[in-house]
């Protein structure tokens, strides 16, 4: 039976990722089960680069293929900002609600109407004694709410409404995010690579 390392420590993405491949074959396996705790800086030009460069690290690490993300929030009022920097928008060891606070004061003049953003996400596959990363992209369109709404999901969930079913992401149902989330679409898109794993 085919394995596949899902390389990341976050608990939210785990979990999701846990439920996004609930119906491939090949048996998923997380870093704590593996007792790895790599600390990897994130350094790169895209979320591709960035994703390939922790999908290498675990890859190597554990011996085993590895799928890893990298994904962030892009405002187009704040001229695609955070982006890259996401996860550090508001410092290192910034709590969510400290990052929400952050995003809402950048936007406090910024009306309804002039507050879209997308998150993106991309995803990169890499064997073990390979360098090379095949990578996959998918991108969620949405607005940026006044103030946060809805328990579920992680990081900026709460803050991004989807026009299209009139809440925030974190008011979705997990079956729903699960099909329109950009982390949904990244391994939609990637699913070709991870059934290549299974040959």
């Known amino acids: 039976m085919a394995k596949l390392c899902i ?10 990722f846990r439920e996004l491949l609930a119906d491939w074959p090949g048996t998923l396996v997380y870093p704590q089960e ?22 290498r690290a675990y890859a190597s690490a554990s011996g085993l293929p590895c799928l890893a993300d ?14 890259l920097y996401t996860a550090r928008y508001a410092g ?5 609600a400290d990052r929400w606070a952050k995003l809402l004061d950048a936007l406090a003049e910024t009306p309804e109407g002039q507050r879209s953003a997308r998150f993106r996400c991309a995803v990169a596959v890499v064997r073990p004694g390979s360098t090379d ?22 990081g900026y969930d709460p803050l991004f409404f989807v026009p299209e079913y009139g809440c925030t992401m974190a008011e979705l149902p997990a ?9 949904a679409r ?13 040959a």
């Open 133 to 154: 990363a095949l990578t996959a992209e998918g991108t969620c369109e949405g607005q940026i709410a006044f103030a946060p709404r809805g328990a579920g999901g992680f």
């Open 186 to 198: 990244a391994v939609q898109a990637a699913r070709p690579l991870l059934d290549e794993l299974l």
């Open 92 to 96: 290192l060891g910034a709590s969510n």
């Open 34 to 55: 593996l007792g790895l705790r790599l600390e990897i800086e994130e350094v790169g030009d895209s979320y591709a680069e960035i994703a390939a460069l922790k999908a």
């Open 175 to 183: 079956a729903i995010k699960n099909q329109i989330s950009h982390r």
């Open 7 to 16: 390389a990341t420590n976050n608990l939210g993405k785990q979990i999701e």
């Open 70 to 83: 990298d994904s962030g929030l892009e405002v187009d009022a704040l001229g695609g900002a955070p982006g």
